[in-house]
């Protein structure tokens, strides 16, 4: 119990740290209000982070030095299925066919469950709905989007930078 | 040298702003509010990824740069976020997607994850 205090207090020290620094580097004015306003933030942000329980699990390191790796792939993602939706916007027949598809994810942690969610939304043509017990439900504007979901390349990703 | 930067960042600017316009007229064509989701999130991903990257052609290697990043990811990761909260409100208010009209066989497929 004790050092699992102790390792809190180091993670919010640690983020406070983080914080601060990129106040101070980005501002690059060291004026009583700025300073004033940037404390103001950092101890708003380190309330909030609190509140949501992101100091009571290890700091997911590993998962953030991962992530440009599955950015990469996303962008990628994300041009293609741009072109795909504005294809069928300017279309004249307008070709949707909308689909929920409900699935299983095979990340099991919260944050790998956000990013895969996230990641979903983020790409034009696939809406994340609901994330409830490791379910998703997912919109699709169109049947190959629903089916490129179901492929499940994007959930083998998002589990392979969270689950190791 | 500084010409092709200016061109590409032209390029990145006028395609991104092609996009907010699509996502707009997408937003008034697609019948309802989960199909209007998908050309809105045109104009927040791919628009905002576009024109940001054109303005930081145009910043060059500067603190401005590293600020506009700054800006795409926080954009990147909040604008689905929101996203997701607008979704879900509809779904939990009882708008019900409008699949099911549209193709009665694959509206409720309870699929497996083909892992």
Redesign the interface.
Known sequence: MQTQSANKTLRILLLGAFLAAAWLLWSGLYKPLLLGLGAFSLVLCLWLAQRIGAFEENSPLATVLNLPRFWGWLLVEIAKSSIDVARIVLDPKLPISPTVVDFKTICKGPIGQVILGNAITLSPGTVTLDVYQGGLKVHCLTEQGAESILSGEADRRAAAITDY | MELTLDILSWILMTTGGL?VL??G??AL??PNI??R???A??TD??AS?LVLTGIMLQAGFS?ATI?LM?ILVFL??T???A??AI??A??LSGMR???AE??PD??????????
């Not at chain 2, 409720?108 to 083909?114: A, I, L, R």
């Open positions: 996009f699509i996502g007229i997408g064509r697609l989960y199909t989701m998908h050309a999130s045109l991903t791919m990824i603190l600020k700054a990147l990761l604008g689905p976020t996203s997701y979704a879900n509809a779904l997607p409008d699949a549209t193709s694959k509206a409720k497929t309870p699929t497996e994850p083909s892992a």
